[in-house]
């Protein structure tokens, strides 16, 4: 059976600042019923995520370029290309700041957001504990390591319940699913098998030659992992914006 856990510890200081009364200068209206909504609303989440790596004190919203995560644990079970239990710690991401917003839509119904990003490079590193097998590889290790993506695509459907509060409407992010794709992988592990050094070296250039299967393999965990931080984030951000300041037109 296929079994996956994560936890991502992060975000979890968070404190919860007033939300914005006033209409910050990040933040575009757009008009659902307008026939221009798809372009108004793409052009506003662009605006939107080059301010927020940066990061919101005011609701309490760390920078996010680069993106620092205590810990991030992978569990996953035999079944599939990949059994893996692993854990990263001292995370650092980089590359949030550069998001191309290709598309936003807002479904005019239920409020579900559709939204498609884009980019060149994201970079992590860290130090890794892991034990597992991704291909036919068996793998040992802990250390520092490396992983830099090429050319990310993001398709991100967001399910959203559309809340009141003191007058305001707020954005309910009740979940999230993505679809990504990336276009290269470059990886390292260091201190592989306890430092035994031609097996590391050797292990380290056939997980990058063959990085193709290796991203598809671990794509369910990157998926998982990408939903998770992205929630955490969307959801200090709409909890505390509300949804009035980007679309003029919400029936009650
Ligand atoms: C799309 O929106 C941007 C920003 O509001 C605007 O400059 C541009 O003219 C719009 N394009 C179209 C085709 O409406
Ligand atoms: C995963 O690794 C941790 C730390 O090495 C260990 O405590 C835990 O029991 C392992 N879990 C499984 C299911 O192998
Ligand atoms: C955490 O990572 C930073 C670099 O990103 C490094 O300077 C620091 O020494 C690391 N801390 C630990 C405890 O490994
Ligand atoms: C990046 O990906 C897009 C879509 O998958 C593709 O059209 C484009 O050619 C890629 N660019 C590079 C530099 O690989
Ligand atoms: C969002 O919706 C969930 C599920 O209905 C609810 O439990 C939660 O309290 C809501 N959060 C906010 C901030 O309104």
Same mark, same amino acid.
């Given at each position: 059976m296929f079994l996956t856990t994560?936890? !991502?510890?992060?975000?979890?200081?968070?404190?919860?600042?007033?939300?914005? +009364?006033?209409?910050?200068?990040? !933040? +575009?209206?757009?008009?659902?019923?307008?026939?221009?909504?798809?372009?108004?609303?793409? #052009?506003?989440?662009? !605006?939107?995520?080059?301010?927020?790596?940066?990061?919101?004190? %005011?609701?309490?919203?760390?920078?996010?370029?680069?993106?620092?995560?205590? +810990?991030?644990?992978v569990l996953q079970g035999a079944g599939g290309p990949v059994t893996v239990n692993a854990?990263?710690?001292? !995370?650092?991401?980089?590359?949030?700041?550069?998001?191309?917003?290709?598309?936003?839509?807002?479904?005019?119904?239920?409020?579900?957001?559709?939204?498609?990003?884009?980019?060149?490079?994201? +970079?992590?590193?860290?130090?890794?504990?892991?034990l597992g097998r991704i291909l036919v $590889?068996p793998l040992?290790?802990?250390?520092?390591?490396?992983?830099?993506?090429?050319?990310?695509?993001?398709?991100?459907?967001? /399910?959203?319940? @559309?809340?009141?509060?003191?007058?305001?409407?707020?954005?309910? *992010?009740?979940?999230? #699913?993505?679809?990504? /794709?990336?276009?290269?992988?470059?990886?390292?592990?260091?201190?592989?098998?306890?430092?035994?050094?031609?097996? %590391? %070296?050797?292990?380290?250039?056939?997980?990058?030659?063959?990085?193709?299967?290796?991203?598809?393999s671990?794509?369910p965990i990157?998926?998982?992992?990408?939903?998770?931080? @992205?929630?955490? *984030?969307?959801?200090?951000?709409?909890?505390?914006?509300?949804?009035?300041?980007?679309?003029? /037109? $919400? %029936?009650?």
């Amino acid at each position: 059976m296929f079994l996956t856990t994560l936890l !991502v510890c992060f975000l979890a200081d968070f404190a919860f600042g007033d939300f914005y +009364r006033t209409q910050p200068d990040f !933040v +575009r209206t757009c008009l659902k019923n307008d026939p221009g909504f798809i372009n108004c609303s793409t #052009h506003a989440v662009q !605006v939107l995520f080059n301010k927020i790596p940066e990061g919101l004190p %005011e609701i309490g919203l760390p920078p996010l370029d680069p993106l620092k995560l205590d +810990r991030l644990t992978v569990l996953q079970g035999a079944g599939g290309p990949v059994t893996v239990n692993a854990s990263l710690t001292n !995370v650092t991401v980089r590359g949030f700041g550069k998001t191309e917003v290709q598309y936003n839509s807002v479904d005019p119904k239920t409020y579900d957001f559709l939204t498609k990003l884009h980019l060149d490079r994201l +970079r992590l590193e860290g130090n890794y504990e892991l034990l597992g097998r991704i291909l036919v $590889i068996p793998l040992r290790g802990k250390g520092n390591c490396w992983f830099d993506a090429k050319n990310i695509s993001i398709v991100a459907k967001s /399910d959203v319940k @559309m809340t009141k509060r003191e007058g305001f409407h707020f954005y309910n *992010i009740t979940g999230i #699913h993505v679809d990504f /794709d990336i276009q290269g992988l470059k990886l390292h592990m260091g201190n592989l098998f306890d430092g035994i050094k031609a097996l %590391e %070296e050797s292990t380290n250039a056939y997980l990058n030659a063959n990085w193709k299967p290796v991203a598809e393999s671990l794509n369910p965990i990157l998926t998982k992992t990408v939903e998770d931080i @992205m929630i955490g *984030i969307l959801r200090t951000v709409f909890d505390n914006l509300p949804a009035d300041f980007f679309l003029a /037109d $919400i %029936e009650d």
